[in-house]
């Protein structure tokens, strides 16, 4: 291994494939969900009706009470005694279920309605288009707008439920309720659709019903449209996006533990490691204790926060009470093992990783973490195993399929890698960028072929910055291959990019191990750290 391939591991260019995401938020709080029917009973046609060919629309509102018992009924007559008492009957005979919010069940009304004509039955006619004539005679009247609006999310009819409440807040920008109403038809559609940009959109129509100061009425409704984009942002790793989405819901329901929790991943992804921890510990108040895999996944965030800040012994602690509350959960596991990857200890990372693929055989994620650990540790049948399993429990599996490209760069199979790199990136495109960094790294390593691969390492780091100019790793594993091919300048401005795109996202460690090769290439007097160094950077070749 030459001089500049030695600080690759030092800003995790080990490349060992991220950890299983984390679980969703399953008791994240969603806004609202009316009342339906438990046992429906339909009315008939009555005979005399039919016989006096009448025909109309029975609608019915009935106010069902929490524990799903009605409380009262009213009916808009069609005209026609005798089918708005058979549309009564059947209506009382009907059970039903209590609407829900925040996962609590709640007093509400439930509207539905009965269309007859002289072909039969048909239910649920005529709402949206009673509502929709009232609301074109009067469009300033807000209620029926409001009406009109339930009506389309209820049915599901997401496009009509958004344009109507748009036509509200147009005729009305300062009503508060109109924003709520069209924040709510977007977080439905984006929450059941998994759209992100829908979901932005409510968060963004509930900051416009909160600044009219209706902060405590729509306070649940927001937390959990903010909550939930947070979550989003939070796995898709914009961490300083998902931050003051995840800072809003816990600040209007500040006793909702699962929020603090999510803003302290936000914190910990964006390396704000102390602010993190405070927020874990503010949750770990909230922890009602019922949920054991849910203490345990507290724990284990705050175990990690604690190595983060070098804390080793409490976050050993921390970690090891984690997996004493819930031994099937699998984070403190994985947070063990990350860590001593981190410190370059393969061994010590391997044991928290065989014990996770024993509480889940059929986590994929870890046996590719397994392979690449044995990759690095030239073990190739141990890793060809576990890459095989991984592929066996999911055969679509990028990750795995990349595995095998790592397996036989490892070896310095150059045609192999290509081979199964192309296989993995097909499947994967987003991961171009990642995979080929990696790839890069294996071959400026010590290949079992004693061959010097640096200038593929500078060919698959070179197409990673294509891929993705903005990924760190990639210039800075190109500039260690330049810097080994003795191309001082080449070396030198991908240095810079990468500490810039390193400093951008305020890595601390990812500087530190570029200004140390830096200052390896250039001499100690030049460091990328001071100013007389970046007030130069322009003036460089290549730059």
């Known amino acids: 291994m030459h001089n500049f391939q030695r600080g690759i591991a030092a800003v995790g260019a080990l490349a060992v494939a991220a950890f299983v995401s984390l679980p969703a938020l399953a008791d994240q709080p969603t806004y609202y969900y009316p009342p339906k029917f438990k046992s429906q009973v339909k009315p008939a046609y009555p005979q005399s009706a039919r016989a006096a060919r009448e025909a109309g629309v029975v609608f019915v509102k009935v106010l069902v009470g929490a524990d799903g018992v009605p409380k009262s009924f009213t009916i808009k007559s069609s005209g026609h005694k005798d089918l708005d008492g058979e549309v009564l009957k059947a209506a009382k005979a009907s059970k039903y279920a209590p609407a829900t919010r ?3 069940a709640v007093m509400a009304f439930y509207d539905f309605s009965y269309k007859f004509t002289l072909a039969g039955l048909a239910e649920n006619e005529g709402s949206n288009s009673e509502l929709a004539k009232r609301l ?34 147009q005729s009305s920008p300062n009503d508060a309720r109109l924003w709520a109403q069209l924040g709510r ?5 984006g929450s059941q659709k998994k759209d992100v940009g829908k979901l932005k959109q409510a968060a963004d129509a509930y900051d416009k019903a909160l600044s009219m100061g209706s902060g405590s009425q729509y306070s649940s409704q927001a937390a959990a449209v903010y909550g939930e984009y947070a979550f989003n942002l939070m796995q898709a790793q914009q961490y300083n996006d998902c931050l003051p ?14 929020y603090r929790m999510l803003k302290g991943d936000c914190e910990e992804g964006a390396q704000q490691h102390a602010a993190a921890l405070a927020d874990y510990k503010t949750a770990q108040t909230l922890d009602d204790k019922k949920s054991n895999d849910m203490t345990a996944r507290l724990l284990a965030d705050i175990g990690n926060v604690q190595l983060a800040l070098n804390d080793e012994a409490n976050g050993l602690a921390s970690l090891n009470a984690a997996q004493k509350a819930a031994p099937h959960s699998g984070f403190a596991y994985q947070y063990l093992a990350s860590y001593y990857i981190r410190k370059g200890n393969l061994n010590a990372a391997l044991n928290p990783l065989l014990q996770l ?3 889940q055989p059929d986590n994929v994620q870890v046996q590719i973490n397994i392979g690449d650990i044995y990759v690095r540790q030239k073990n190739f049948t141990a890793a060809q195993t576990a890459y095989n ?6 055969p679509k599996s990028a990750d795995a399929q990349f595995g095998l490209a790592e ?8 045609a192999g890698t290509d081979a199964a790199l192309r296989k993995a990136i097909a499947t994967a495109p987003a991961n171009s960028a990642t995979y ?23 060919k698959y780091a070179q197409a990673a910055t294509v891929a993705d100019p903005n990924y760190a790793n990639a210039w800075y594993t190109l500039a260690i291959a330049y810097a080994d091919q003795k191309k001082k300048d080449q070396a030198n401005s991908a240095f810079r990019k990468a500490f810039d795109l390193f400093k951008a996202k305020n890595d601390q460690a990812g500087m530190k191990a570029v200004n140390d090769q830096y200052m390896a290439l250039n001499g100690k007097d030049n460091s990328l750290m001071t100013d007389k160094a970046r007030s130069e950077r322009t003036n460089q070749p290549g730059y």
Do not use: C, W
């Not at 399993?389 to 999911?394: E, G, V, Y």
């Not at 080929?436 to 500078?458: P, Q, R, V, Y």
């Open 102 to 104: 925040n996962g609590k």
């Open 136 to 169: 074109s005679q009067d469009p300033k009247n807000v209620s029926t707008r409001l009406a009109l609006t339930e009506f389309y999310i209820n049915k599901g009819d997401f496009s009509n439920a958004e344009s109507t409440a748009q036509a509200g807040v």
């Open 185 to 189: 038809a977007y977080y439905q559609e």
């Open 245 to 258: 989405y995840a800072d809003k819901a816990a600040q209007l329901n500040s006793k909702q533990m699962q």
């Open 357 to 359: 693929a024993q509480i």
């Open 389 to 394: 399993k991984a592929l066996s429990i999911d």
């Open 407 to 414: 397996l036989a760069a490892a070896q310095g199979n150059i």
């Open 436 to 458: 080929n960094a990696a790839i890069a790294t294996l071959f400026l390593a010590s290949t079992t072929d004693k061959a010097d691969h640096s200038g593929e390492a500078a």
